[in-house]
């Protein structure tokens, strides 16, 4: 399925018209940060750093939110079947599935749940929310990179960031109901008490 629509075509012109040597390098280098690889090792440290804090809600948090919106995904891409932009346009051989991109919603989804763990566990964070920033900036870095490499239309890109962004909204109220419901109930201890700063 093409589904291309003029904004799209638009968009992706005019990318191929910046292209310049110094822009497609570091293109591709900050295209490589949403890499599958690079991301699950990302999510795995961080889990695994969260766990051995004790932060175990939050390495639960990550790891699963991480794992389900990589399935999510996936599926999303097998059931829209959506063609990526026309070869002469693609800066490197691809033949996935265009809708959602894959790099722009994991990216949002990654980034997202550690910023939710990071303000949830860090008080240094809680008093600097400013860094929070960071999250959603490094994914939209990401997924404009997808557009000027010709790999995926900008709607794509831009469904991978509201999904998600979604997606991080709906895991963090999960996984905030589920502890909440379960120190309720006396299956997991109680957190300790906030240093005041």
């Known amino acids: 399925m093409y589904a291309a629509n003029p904004v799209d075509d638009a968009v992706t012109d005019a990318a191929v018209d910046l292209r310049v040597p110094v822009l497609t390098d570091l293109a591709f280098v900050v295209t490589a940060i949403g890499n599958t690889v690079v991301l699950a090792l990302v999510v795995t440290i961080a889990a695994a750093g969260l766990a051995l804090r004790g932060q175990r809600d939050e390495a639960i948090l990550v790891a699963a939110g991480s794992i389900g919106g990589y399935v999510l995904m ?12 026309p070869l002469p346009d693609r800066l490197f051989a691809i033949d996935t599935y265009s809708f959602p991109s894959g790099h722009a919603m994991i990216s949002m989804v990654v980034f997202g749940l550690l910023a939710v763990a990071a303000h949830r566990s860090s008080s240094w964070v809680r008093a600097h929310p400013l860094v929070l920033l960071l999250a959603p900036a490094a ?4 997924g404009c990179t997808r557009v000027y490499l010709g790999v995926h239309w900008a709607s794509d ?5 509201v999904l998600g962004a979604l997606w991080v909204m709906l895991c963090a109220w999960i996984s905030r109901r589920c502890a909440t419901r379960l120190r309720r109930h006396g299956r997991i201890p109680p ?7």
């Not at 599926?75 to 932009?85: C, D, F, Y």
């Open 74 to 85: 996936v599926g999303i891409k097998q059931l829209v079947a959506r063609s990526r932009p």
């Open 139 to 142: 994914s939209i870095a990401i």
């Open 157 to 161: 890109v831009v469904a991978g960031w």
């Open 191 to 197: 957190r300790a008490a906030r240093p005041a700063r």
